[in-house]
């Protein structure tokens, strides 16, 4: 993947936002921002399978921000919860087959515990957050062959 579309995260407006935690990648069009310690291994070319895969997310919501219109898009992001849980499985699901190719493990408890939390506004339930990533973690290594 380019760099050319990945920035640092930093400064403004990120500063300014309290709720959205510094050590997490977001992607707002046109661009994906990783925290300054991901960064850092990104240009170091320490990319593991994982970073990569964090990427793989990221170009995801990109891309639909692309296709929705990015203002309408983080509009519906931040307004609907339901269209919210949505779009992170659709990018949650190109990570996972990432990280299935690359036989790395996933801890699908920690997984479940951020996306039902705060960061994501409470958008699911930890049980039903579970029972999703599973059967999409089960999918993504039965495809991997
Ligand atoms: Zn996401």
Do not use: C
Not at 75 to 98: C, H, N, P, S, T
């Amino acid at each position: 993947m380019s760099l050319e579309r990945i920035r640092e995260k930093r400064f403004w407006p990120w500063e300014f936002i309290p709720f959205i935690p510094r050590d997490t990648a977001q992607a707002i069009y046109p661009y994906i921002y990783l925290p300054p310690k991901t960064y850092k291994e990104l240009l170091d070319g320490k990319g593991t399978p994982r970073l990569q895969a964090v990427l793989v997310h990221e170009q995801t919501h990109l891309d639909r921000q692309e296709v929705t219109g990015p203002l309408l898009w983080v509009v519906r992001y931040l307004l609907d919860k339901r269209f919210r849980y949505e779009e992170e499985l659709i990018a949650i699901r190109e990570q996972m087959a990432v990280l299935a190719a690359a036989n790395e493990e996933l801890d699908i408890s920690a997984f479940a515990q951020k996306l039902s939390g705060y960061i994501y506004l409470r958008m699911i339930s930890y049980e039903q957050a579970t029972q999703d990533l599973e059967t999409m973690w089960i999918n993504a290594k039965r495809s991997r062959g």
